[in-house]
């Protein structure tokens, strides 16, 4: 276990049922952290998720994690996988809404002491958390001891300013931090996007991704900020996007031993295939790889410094 493994999620398996204001509906779909597995797997054949599933997994959602060669590990639960029906709105709002008979998604937080000792010195890794003072008591030594680089994409109800605090202090141990602008907005109290930037450096985080959609986003590793752009592809399904950014930040940045900017654009690129269909791409081809790879060149020309 852990022998080829290069890069890891750890956090919830989680199966989405979509339900869209039209009526139209996608069952079964692969969410939450798998996005970020999925944007790291477009750039790194040596990917992993550690999680903690339920006994329903194998046969019915491990089909992806087998064809993308995707290794699975962590603890098990005796609940069913974390199931939500998620009902999409006209104006764009969600809610989301738990099956019976499955497990919570505290019940399937996967704990650090699942993590394979092999990962302890993976390349980089990515988590998906909130605030949670048990967790992180958990977390953070881990972190000190590994060397992985660490990604921690917050948990958006917790980017508050009650957690500023908190947050500032979580920040001394992780490696890159991601957010969005509406949880840079809340958490900092900046309307301007290179002002959120800022805000975060100063609050300790040591490389940042703001993510902004269709707007790009913005990197900085605290020596000037760099906008960006959204890699052009067909928008078919926005859910994951973030995630999936988040995986390709970290691979980026640790293939290019700390570029931001790499990272940044590994991010948009990433983001533009989860985009393109309900869920995760079911194959990630050596060709889809290639045509990343072309993308990240192209891309590379129209960054921008903004500070």
């Known amino acids: 276990m852990g022998a080829s493994v290069d890069y890891y999620v750890l956090t919830q398996l989680l199966i989405d049922d979509i339900h869209l204001p039209s009526g139209e ?78 497990a919570t998604h505290h019940e399937s937080q996967p704990l650090v002491s699942e993590i394979p000792f092999e990962y302890k010195n993976c390349k980089g890794m990515y988590f998906f ?95 000037g900020i760099y906008h960006i752009p959204a890699a052009k592809t067909t928008v078919v399904d926005v859910t994951g996007g973030g995630n999936s950014s988040t995986g390709g930040f970290v691979t980026g940045f640790c293939q290019s031993d700390g570029d931001i900017v790499k990272a940044g654009l590994c991010a948009a690129i990433s983001a533009s295939y989860i985009l393109q269909q309900y869920g995760v791409p079911p194959v990630i081809t050596e060709d889809l790889m290639n045509d990343a790879e072309q993308k990240l060149f192209e891309l590379r020309n129209i960054v921008t410094q903004i500070s």
């Not at 019915?60 to 199931?83: A, M």
């Not at 840079?184 to 703001?210: H, M, S």
């Open 129 to 223: 958390k909130d605030c949670e003072e048990e967790f992180w008591n958990q977390l953070i030594p881990y972190l000190n001891q590994s060397s992985s680089v660490s990604c921690w994409e917050i948990l958006g109800s917790a980017a508050v300013p009650q957690n500023r605090d908190f947050i500032g202090e979580a920040l001394h141990h992780v490696d890159l931090f991601s957010f969005n602008l509406t949880e840079g907005k809340r958490l900092t109290g900046n309307n301007r996007p290179d002002e959120i930037v800022k805000a975060l450096i100063k609050l300790n985080a040591k490389n940042v991704i703001l993510r902004m959609g269709e707007n790009g986003a913005l990197v900085s590793s605290g020596n």
């Open 25 to 102: 509906q996608h069952k079964n779909q692969l969410g939450g952290g798998i996005y970020a597995a999925a944007g790291m797997r477009i750039w790194s054949e040596h990917v992993g998720f550690c999680c903690a599933p339920g006994p329903d997994f194998e046969g019915n959602y491990d089909h992806w994690f087998l064809d993308n060669k995707v290794e699975i590990s962590g603890g098990r639960r005796t609940k069913n996988c974390t199931h939500a029906i998620i009902n999409y709105f006209p104006d764009g709002e969600r809610e989301e809404i738990l099956l019976p008979g499955c």
